[in-house]
């Protein structure tokens, strides 16, 4: 079931980029990107919105003009066309996993790789820097290194490149 989400969402995403990419380049793609991300990390930190995106007891016009009233002005028309889109297919609670989907999307043009890394104590810039380099020589990408500290681990550094 996750890996249909996943490719559900991957759809979606590949659509809004091409539309975005169509309405002016990569400055469009990325101003998307930065709005889409805002509008996920409401999602996610508002369980009360994220259930209302995704529950099947609210009629998809009810959400629709509650959604237009909301985000009308403060996203642009292209991501809220894309929104309602999505919320009139019914896929209201992916729209977290589409943003994901997308960021990728927008990370691989630009040649870049998220990478998560655990370790048990905090890393100084320094390391930071040094991991990111290293990560980055060998996969031949720019690492975007986002550190976690993990206490359980003993030692070492747990690393997970992309979305895998």
Do not use: C
Not at 84 to 91: D, E, G, M
């Amino acid at each position: 079931m996750q890996q249909q989400l996943n490719n559900v969402a991957r759809v979606y995403a590949e659509s809004l980029f091409e539309l975005a990419e169509a309405a002016g380049g990569m400055s469009v793609v990325q101003d998307i990107g930065a709005q889409f991300a805002g509008f996920a990390e409401i999602i996610r930190a508002d369980r009360t919105f994220s259930e209302f995106l995704r529950t099947p007891t609210v009629d998809t016009g009810s959400r629709e003009e509650t959604l237009k009233r909301a985000l009308t002005g403060r996203i642009s028309d292209l991501l809220l066309r894309f929104v309602l889109i999505v919320n009139r297919k019914r896929r209201g609670g992916a729209l977290v996993s589409i943003e994901a989907a997308y960021d990728a999307l927008v990370q691989e043009r630009l040649g870049k790789v998220e990478v998560d890394v655990w370790t048990a104590g905090p890393l100084s810039p320094d390391a930071v820097r040094a991991i990111q380099a290293r990560v980055s020589a060998a996969i031949g990408k720019d690492a975007v290194l986002h550190a976690y500290t993990e206490p359980a681990m003993i030692g070492g550094i747990k690393l997970r490149i992309g979305d895998s």
